[in-house]
Structures are given as C-alpha cells and as structure tokens.
C-alpha cells in the first residue's frame, strides 16, 4: 500500500531514497519481563520482526543487536524468526552489533546475511553457562525446616537448599554439551568458510569486533547509518520499527496487578542480580 501511494503522489511529496526498516534487539534474552524489566523473548519481538519484514520496498532488514545472552531456547527461536521472514519475504538482512553480541545474543547474530560490529563491541562466547545461588546453611541458621516430597529420585536434582552433589553436576554438564554442540552446528551453518580454523572460536571465549572479524564471526567493523548509506545511497532512510502499543502510545509488554508487582519484586531480585553479572561479564 505505501508503494503504491508513492507511485501516484505528486513527486515533490514523495520521500527520495531507499527506506530501511530498523528492529532493536536489546536485554537479557529470557520469558517473561514488563514495562519496568524488559527482556528479549519471541513473543516479545515477533510483531516488531513481523512489521519489519512486512515492508515490500525494502531490499533489507537491519537488526541491532545489544544482549548478553540467556536462554538458548529463545535465542534460537529468535534466530529461527529472522530466518524464516527472511526467506519468505525474500529480504537481507543486516546484523548491527552495539556494545555486546555474546552467548545467546551471538546465536540471534548470526541469523544475518552479514554482520557488522564496532570495533569495540564485544562478540563470541559460543558456549553454555549455567548460573544459580546456593543456600545449603540458611535454613538453618534462620530456624526453618524445608520439607520437599517427591516422586522419583532425581526430582530434587541441583536443589539450592542443598549441598552440590558430583552426579547432579555431570548429569547438567551433559546438557550443556548438548546445547553447545547444537550452537555450534549453528555457527559452522551460517558462517561456513568465512570462520577462521582458530580451535578457541567455539570454546566460550569473547572477542572485540576487531579480533572478530579475524576470526571470521563478523564481516565488517562499521556503524548503522553510515553503512547503509554507502550500500543503498546518501538518501537512504533508516526507519524505526516499534512494538505494540495502547491509545496513549505506551509500550504494551503484559498488565500487572498490584499483587503481581508486589510478588515480581520480592522473587525477581535474584533475577536482576543475575542479569547484571551477565553484562558485567563483558565489562558493561
């Protein structure tokens, strides 16, 4: 529709240059979140992706990217979104790299045709990590005794009120294999002969963009605007694609009751803490 309205409007109405959509990936990559604690899932930026790739007239998609990772589920769901609309719309599409690309946010970026970060951003870390808090002695020491009735030996496995046995331990480094193997399937997939033979690619290291594009998991250093201007012209247009929105343009992520904001902040502590030490991981 928007095509053919600038067919026909008065040419000194019409807008000069080539339109880029623009989708903002940026958070801790995990179900869940609110207007107040935002996160990258699926359901989150389905209709933003949607949009985005919706546009008949534009020969790209550029995504930005600033995650530290999180769930593997979500970020290849993600990643699998991106590839989908691409080939059904039959769209490029362009990764931009802000301050960080790593984990699960490196598994998103490889969803583009080409990757571009700046030659400070952070990328890699092709590797699985879990992370949790133990609380072994608290109970105890604050008086309360933890009763837990289960149906099969393993139902309690890796409690954090309970010491760390060696079995749990292996049994969740055996996951994490799994998972890493299928991340790194991904890669070797979408980066192919641009991927340096170094063996350290896929141990869970992180690189600036700099020493990324060595190693072949960017292809160029460079920021948004200025380089789709010098691939599309001086009159490209970047346009932003926002999410869903209510009648007075606020952001609609979920309702929350007072119940629920009042139980999100006293269990989701553990949470932010936990998303903080994903970004001060790479410095940020």
């Not at 339109?19 to 903002?24: K, N």
């Not at 002695?137 to 604050?142: C, G, P, S, T, Y």
């Not at 010491?163 to 998972?179: N, R, V």
């Amino acid at each position: 529709m928007a095509g053919l309205l600038s067919r026909v409007m008065p040419k000194r109405f019409r807008k000069e240059g080539v339109a880029i959509p623009v989708v903002r990936l940026q958070g801790v990559i995990m179900t869940g979140g609110s207007q107040f604690r935002p996160t990258l899932n699926l359901a989150a930026v389905a209709p933003m992706l949607e949009k985005a790739f919706s546009r008949k007239d534009a020969p790209a998609v550029a995504i930005s990217i600033n995650s530290p990772g999180g769930s593997p589920v979500q970020s290849r769901l993600i990643y699998q979104r991106i590839r989908a609309l691409a080939e059904e719309k039959n769209k490029k599409v362009l990764i931009f790299v802000e301050d960080v690309a790593a984990s699960g946010g490196y598994m998103i970026a490889i969803a583009g045709d080409e990757i571009f970060a700046d030659p400070t951003s952070i990328v890699g870390s092709i590797g699985v990590v879990s992370g949790g808090f133990g609380f072994p002695e608290l109970l105890r020491k604050i008086g309360v005794e933890r009763r837990v009735y289960t149906a099969g030996e393993n139902k309690v496995i890796l409690d954090p009120f309970q010491p760390e046995k060696e079995g749990d331990i292996e049994y969740l480094k055996t996951l994490q294999l799994e998972i890493h193997k299928v991340f790194i399937d991904m890669v070797k997939l979408r980066r192919g002969s641009r991927l340096s033979e170094d063996e350290t690619v896929f141990s869970g290291l992180f690189w600036t963009g700099g020493r990324g594009l060595e190693l072949g998991l960017i292809d160029g250093l460079g920021e948004m605007r200025e380089t789709l201007k010098r691939r599309y012209g001086p009159k490209t247009r970047l346009e932003l694609v926002g999410g869903a929105r209510n009648f007075f343009g606020r952001r609609l992520p979920g309702v929350m009751g007072a119940d629920a904001i009042a139980a999100g902040a006293a269990s989701g502590l553990a949470q932010t803490l936990e998303e903080k030490a994903m970004w001060n991981r790479y410095g940020l």
